[in-house]
């Protein structure tokens, strides 16, 4: 029961979170929506971990977004939550931004490449620091057919929980293949793991094989695709990435792991041998 309310919970800050609320905001509306009544400030500031003084300024975008609105009782401003049927609007107006986004983004792309862009074959170096670059650099795979990695962190190590099911999620909606190479004493490599990979849909075009550490000791991660080969791993505390295209370097990355791929081993068959 108790895992059945947090799931929903998580759910609810998801669904606030996509709509742009902040943590702030999601917390004061859903403490309205339970009431049902009008509160003052000081209730909200009391009844969560909102300062006095920020409750204006949440309830005010609150109110801007439809959400909430404002009465006046006794001379004293109070605020209530509006009928969800605001929210049903609010999200009709996301999808509608949503579209005229999608719309745009063919002529944006278009104004915004540079007519001087790198000829292919050129060789083309980019650095990213920290797990907001991290996730531009893996998000850039998303212009692959297929992506062979070597992996030494998982998704949600590297950057956050958030991000690894958006991008493996897209992963799979635009039909990208993934190949991985562990290391055979990867943490993830255990019964729980291999059947996640084996029934979500998000995996369905994803496969991995084990080394062992004494053959190819992967202590960082790897992928290759297309013309590029990126790597990303931690130095001094901070993640860092660098990411080179190069015809010929993805070229001979992309032979030298299929050399691997064909000596590695199923993740059951290392699991089983593990239990012998």
């Not at 049902?36 to 801007?64: D, H, K, W």
């Not at 439809?66 to 969800?84: H, P």
């Not at 609010?90 to 002529?107: H, M, W």
């Not at 057919?145 to 493996?168: H, P, Q, V």
Request: aromatic share 10%; net charge positive; proline share 2%.
């Amino acid at each position: 029961m108790a895992d059945k309310y947090l799931e929903n919970k998580n759910k609810v800050v998801e669904f606030f979170q996509s709509l742009g609320l902040s943590n702030y905001e999601s917390t004061v509306y859903q403490l309205l929506l339970k009431n049902r009544r009008a509160v003052s400030m000081l209730f909200i500031s009391e009844n969560t971990n909102v300062p006095r003084t920020n409750a204006y300024r949440i309830c005010g975008q609150l109110r801007r977004l439809g959400l909430i609105e404002e009465i006046v009782k006794d001379k004293k401003k109070l605020v209530r939550a509006s009928d969800l049927s605001h929210l049903e609007l609010l999200v009709k107006d996301q999808k509608q931004k949503a579209f005229e986004l999608g719309s745009s983004l063919p002529i944006i792309k278009k104004i915004l490449t540079p007519q001087n862009a790198p000829q292919e074959g050129k060789t083309q170096i980019s650095y990213f620091k920290g797990k907001d670059g991290i996730k531009q650099l893996l998000w850039n795979s998303l212009k692959a057919r297929e992506i062979l990695g070597y992996s030494f962190l998982a998704y949600e190590d590297s950057t956050d929980k958030k991000f690894a099911k958006k991008y493996r999620e897209e992963r799979w909606l635009r039909k990208i293949k993934n190949r991985d190479l562990l290391s055979d004493n990867d943490k993830y490599l255990t019964e729980k793991n291999l059947r996640l990979t084996k029934n979500l849909k998000v995996f369905a075009l994803y496969r991995a094989r084990y080394l062992p550490a004494r053959k190819v000791n992967i202590n960082h991660d790897l992928i290759v695709y297309n013309d590029v080969v990126a790597f990303y791993s931690w130095h001094k505390g901070e993640i860092f990435g660098v990411e080179i295209q190069n015809q010929d370097i993805a070229q001979l990355q992309k032979q030298v792991f299929e050399l691997l791929w064909y000596q590695a081993k199923e993740p059951g068959t290392i699991i089983k041998s593990r239990k012998n």
